[in-house]
T-cell receptor
Framework: ELKVEQNPLFLSMQEGKNYTIYCNYS?????LYWYRQDPGKSLESLFV?????AVKQEGRLMASLDTKARLSTLHITAAVHDLSATYFC???????????FGTGTRLKVLA | DTEVTQTPKHLVMGMTNKKSLKCEQH?????MYWYKQKAKKPPELMFV???????INESVPSRFSPECPNSSLLNLHLHALQPEDSALYLC??????????FGPGTRLTVL
């Protein structure tokens, strides 16, 4: 069974601190996506990682992909309150239009 | 235009009602999706249309009936729903094997 697991499921951190969210998946896929969801809102695309070793950065967030380990990380640098949200990773199953979402990480940044 | 629109934003319906959710995109994407999302859970894939043909049905009960009238429009027809069907219904579109763009969602309550 295809699984996409994230850890931690919940993260409470102080402003200014660094932390990493991990996304492990059980299928072969060269493409991984990160999304952000604010409470009561829809999903917003953050990063598209299309190959092994891909690294993308936007502001205080940096995402990377290791397809051999089937692992992606989302690193947060010097967190600010505005980053509080739920973050999902997702993989697509090669040859299909099927996307599987991770369990989600609820991030709360405390002032 | 990089937007996916959904109507209505909110919908309250009884178990005997028939209603429809609508989704539209003008990005030229050839795949469109319906997801169901319960509170604090990841989105669950329901249906996928690719090139206007139904390509994935994730064993969704027949009280949900999707329709793709053309490459820009996606509908979800609802009939005889149950209270447990109350959720946020998200529409998304994408090019094949690439990031999905999500609409704002329809918050559905079944009484």
């Amino acid at each position: 069974e295809l699984k996409v697991e994230q850890n931690p499921l919940f993260l409470s951190m102080q402003e200014g601190k660094n932390y990493t969210i991990y996304c492990n998946y059980s299928t072969t896929s060269d493409r991984l996506y990160w999304y952000r969801q604010d409470p009561g809102k829809s999903l917003e695309s953050l990063f598209v990682l299309l190959s092994n070793g891909a690294v993308k950065q936007e502001g205080r967030l940096m995402a990377s992909l290791d397809t051999k380990a089937r692992l992606s990380t989302l690193h947060i640098t010097a967190a600010v309150h505005d980053l509080s949200a739920t973050y999902f990773c997702a993989v697509d199953i090669s040859g299909t239009y099927k996307y599987i979402f991770g369990t989600g990480t609820r991030l709360k940044v405390l002032a | 235009d990089t937007e996916v629109t959904q109507t209505p934003k909110h919908l309250v319906m009884g178990m005997t009602n028939k209603k429809s959710l609508k989704c539209e995109q003008h990005m030229g994407h050839r795949a469109m999706y319906w997801y169901k999302q319960k509170a604090k859970k990841p989105p669950e894939l329901m249906f996928v249309y690719s090139y206007e043909k139904l390509s994935i049905n994730e064993s969704v009960p027949s009280r949900f009936s999707p329709e793709c009238p053309n490459s820009s429009l996606l509908n979800l027809h609802l009939h005889a729903l149950q209270p447990e069907d109350s959720a946020l219904y998200l529409c998304a579109s994408s090019q094949p094997a690439y990031e999905q763009f999500f609409g704002p969602g329809t918050r559905l309550t079944v009484l």
